[in-house]
């Protein structure tokens, strides 16, 4: 979707990360999806960015 | 006492463990508390506040632990742990049966039409997740720093080959199809454009738009760096496009420090070709090449404001450098606050909370004053050079330096309310500070920094002095902070609130001028 298709559509927001901003958005009743992350691997960057190019090649 | 817990596989993002330790410092008997993951900038912390135990050897980033000093006669352990499940158990109840889906992928399934993803997980983690996300077609607003310049642009390439968005990294604000994102204030809707480089710098134009009775059609962000020779304005480009063709945008807008050279270049030649003025502060940057370009360049983020007010009414822009007050009353503003100060004050102090804000400030007061600074105009202005507390001082507060292991203090004032006690003394003439409302911003930014005069004047007062503290709000009047009550916080503590940053700081030179300092 262009950005400017993005211009005239509701929002729908991912959030990832900082709870605070997935509670601000649905305080605007934005519809919004928090994302419960964590590091994967067990924090390991190198396995981390071993999996992420794996996911990214998908 | 020392003592240290820590719970493998518990992952909560730092903002609210930060938070969770603020309160847990507040227990009767408790000198020092660390609540985070088991990272290698948390550690660090613990150890500089002398709580490293030998529990704390095996930790990964992936662990949480808590580190606390104590007087066990007044409190202990359990007690400590028993209030941080009550305020986490409090976090959970407010989220109670909705689905956390834990990756991506698996809340796209539940939100299969989701079109923007926001990410502020840790740095290190964060461009693997926007490049997943733009390779599902999703618009990225990523908040994360401290994310490599070559992911950066490899982000942005990979968005622009996409035609989608990939604001960020460190991208602040932004304000898409109405919608406040991260830090930002809530303004009506118009048809006004932004894009913007710089976090505050756009908070402060959007507000005074919204003041002068327009609003915006779409805010996007870049991030700091995207006018960098490296990243080469890929998505300042990629925004202007976009803004070029939205039919509900008639002017457009854009904000940033200085661009390269070659960066700049591209931009000129961009919106040379556009049929809707174009309005630009290049904090500091030249104006005359601006002019050339066929766009309108502004003097300050108000100005930058009132003039892209002006073209979209059709009126001729003009430079705004005084005041919305009449200048009979700004003279008289000055005159009483120099004949409140005694011979041996001499000092300005000013704490700000916005980077661009800051930025704003030191640029206009540096031409005219040697102002020390965490964010130097010339290197021999550096703070760490000022001869101890003789001279005058600007910081940007928001800086990594003091943002380690504490939020931003946007979020959370305490560290400002520290400068104030550390860094206000007898030899203090002036205060200026910013309060930032909106989302993301703390809920009473305006009443902690009043306390924070309060305090320092009442300090003062015992050696039969006063200081002027001037402040201005980048704030509206639907945010969700009240702003009324937010300006009345702060004139109830004798602080005389500005209508714009630009002309808070006009306003400080004069009276430094007035008083020969």
Redesign the interface.
Known sequence: ????D??K?????????????Y???T??K??A????????A????KM??L??RL??SK | MIKVIVRE?A?Y????LMLISREMKKLDGVEEVLVGM?TDLNLDLVKMLEMFLPELEKV????LFIAAKFDESKVSMDELISSFEEQLNR?KE??AG???????R???N??P??????????G??A???A???L?Q???VML??DNVPMEDELRLKQLAVDK???MMGPDCGTAI??G????FANVVRRGRIGLVGASGTGTQEITVRIHQLGEGM??VIGTGGRDLSETIGGLMMI??I??LM??P?TEVIVLVSKPPAPSVEKKIYDLISKSDKPVVIDFIGGDAESIRQAGAIPCLSLEDAARKAVAVLRKETPVDFDGFDAPQEDIDQLVKEAVARLKPDQKYLRAFYTGGTLTDEAIKYLGSDHVIYSNIPLTPDQAMERMPGKEGHLCLDLGEDQFTRGRPHPM?DPLTRSEFFDTHVDESTALILVDVVLG??SHENAAGVVADSVAQARARLETSGKDLIAIASVTGTDQD?QNLDESIASLEQAGITVMPSNAQAVRLVDLIMKAAGI
């Not at chain 1, 067990?42 to 960057?45: D, K, S």
């Not at chain 2, 039409?113 to 840790?122: E, G, R, T």
């Not at chain 2, 919608?179 to 991260?182: A, E, F, K």
């Open positions: 979707m262009s950005v400017n993005l211009f559509q509701d929002l729908k927001v991912i959030n990832m990360g900082l709870e605070s901003f509670e601000d958005l305080s605007q934005v519809e999806i928090q994302v419960q992350w964590k590091p994967a067990g924090g390991n960057q981390a960015a999996l992420g996911k990214s | 596989n992952y993002d730092s903002v609210t088991g990964t980033p992936n662990d976090k407010a989220h909705e689905y956390q889906p834990p990756t991506l698996s809340a796209l539940f939100m039409d989701a079109n923007l993803v926001q990410i502020s997980i840790p290190q983690y461009a693997n997740e490049e997943d996300a390779n077609g999703l618009h908040f994360s035609g989608l968005l898409i199809n919608v406040p994102l991260c059609s779409q990629q925004g496009k976009a063709a939205d509900d979020i989302y993301g969700p």
